[in-house]
């Protein structure tokens, strides 16, 4: 199985080489990401690559002019949790919860926070690339979120995200839980609705505030020690993955390997 997997890896950077369009330095292990995310078809996976470096493109104030040493993204690392917990789930999937840390709107920039998102995302791919986890849940706290937050949000931003998490994402999503949802969700979901797909529809879940409901889905074990969990601390959670980040910030911040020619 492992030579089969370095075969078609190998025929996939052959592949690169007929696209020029295309970063020709996008390293193996991430074609191995994109490879793994389509179960092993090749084919597909060579589609979502071009799939993905286009949207990157398309929006390349999110996805390719970016730093985490930047002043508006160091905000928001302050202001927002982006954290991949640690172990799997019995079915080995990575849980990961995004969080509001500062409930101030003032210092909500959805654009901003897009951003940070995204680089968190793509470091936690480069840091994990060693782990083949099946799948991730998605675990969203509302606590904190309000009208206003809401109110900074565009259509055009709505739509990007859910786009390129529906088309271009490079991981496989077993479920999204929205915890602590607000009274004011159906605004919410008025906004998401009309980009949401079939699939992405079926692995949605709401939980309201002081309900245990979210457990029958993920163990609550998992979660940091301020949600009844033991995986670690907030504040140490934090730090860890931001330090990450800066780890990888060359990756992060290296156009040629995100830019299409």
């Given at each position: 199985?492992?030579?089969?997997?370095e075969?078609?890896?190998d025929?996939?950077?052959?592949?690169?080489k007929?696209?020029?369009?295309?970063?020709?330095?996008?390293?193996?292990?991430l074609?191995?990401?994109?490879?793994f995310?389509?179960?092993?078809?090749?084919?597909?996976?060579q589609?979502?690559?071009?799939?993905?470096?286009?949207?990157?493109?398309?929006?390349d104030?999110?996805?390719i002019?970016?730093?985490?040493?930047?002043?508006?993204?160091?905000?928001?690392?302050?202001?927002?949790?982006f954290l991949?917990l640690?172990g799997?789930?019995?079915?080995?999937?990575?849980?990961?919860?995004?969080?509001?840390?500062?409930?101030d709107?003032?210092?909500?920039?959805?654009?901003?926070v897009?951003?940070?998102?995204?680089?968190?995302?793509?470091s936690?791919?480069?840091?994990?690339s060693?782990?083949?986890?099946?799948?991730?849940?998605v675990v969203f706290?509302?606590?904190?979120?309000?009208?206003k937050?809401?109110?900074?949000?565009?259509?055009?931003?709505?739509?990007?995200?859910?786009k390129?998490?529906?088309?271009a994402?490079?991981?496989?999503?077993?479920?999204v839980?929205?915890i602590?949802?607000t009274?004011?969700?159906?605004?919410?979901?008025?906004?998401?609705?009309?980009?949401?797909r079939?699939?992405?529809?079926?692995?949605?879940?709401?939980?309201?505030p002081?309900?245990?409901?979210?457990?029958?889905?993920f163990?609550?074990?998992m979660?940091?020690?301020?949600?009844g969990?033991?995986?670690?601390?907030?504040?140490?959670l934090?730090?860890f993955?931001?330090?990450?980040?800066m780890?990888?910030?060359?990756?992060?911040?290296?156009?040629?390997?995100?830019?299409?020619?």
């Amino acid at each position: 199985m492992m030579i089969e997997v370095e075969k078609q890896l190998d025929e996939m950077e052959q592949w690169l080489k007929t696209q020029p369009q295309l970063p020709q330095n996008i390293d193996r292990w991430l074609l191995r990401r994109f490879l793994f995310c389509m179960e092993g078809d090749k084919e597909a996976a060579q589609k979502l690559i071009t799939t993905n470096y286009k949207m990157r493109n398309n929006y390349d104030n999110i996805f390719i002019k970016r730093d985490p040493k930047d002043e508006k993204s160091q905000i928001v690392m302050k202001s927002v949790d982006f954290l991949t917990l640690p172990g799997y789930t019995s079915e080995k999937y990575k849980l990961v919860l995004y969080r509001l840390a500062d409930t101030d709107p003032d210092k909500f920039n959805i654009n901003e926070v897009l951003k940070v998102f995204f680089m968190m995302v793509d470091s936690r791919f480069k840091e994990l690339s060693k782990e083949n986890a099946i799948g991730e849940i998605v675990v969203f706290d509302m606590a904190g979120f309000t009208l206003k937050h809401l109110s900074k949000f565009s259509l055009g931003t709505i739509r990007m995200f859910m786009k390129y998490i529906q088309e271009a994402h490079v991981g496989r999503v077993k479920g999204v839980h929205i915890i602590n949802a607000t009274s004011f969700l159906d605004k919410v979901m008025f906004l998401v609705r009309p980009f949401l797909r079939g699939e992405l529809i079926s692995v949605l879940h709401f939980h309201m505030p002081k309900t245990e409901t979210a457990y029958k889905f993920f163990p609550r074990e998992m979660l940091p020690e301020e949600y009844g969990g033991n995986g670690g601390k907030l504040v140490d959670l934090r730090e860890f993955w931001v330090n990450k980040l800066m780890e990888n910030r060359e990756f992060i911040i290296d156009q040629t390997k995100w830019k299409l020619n």
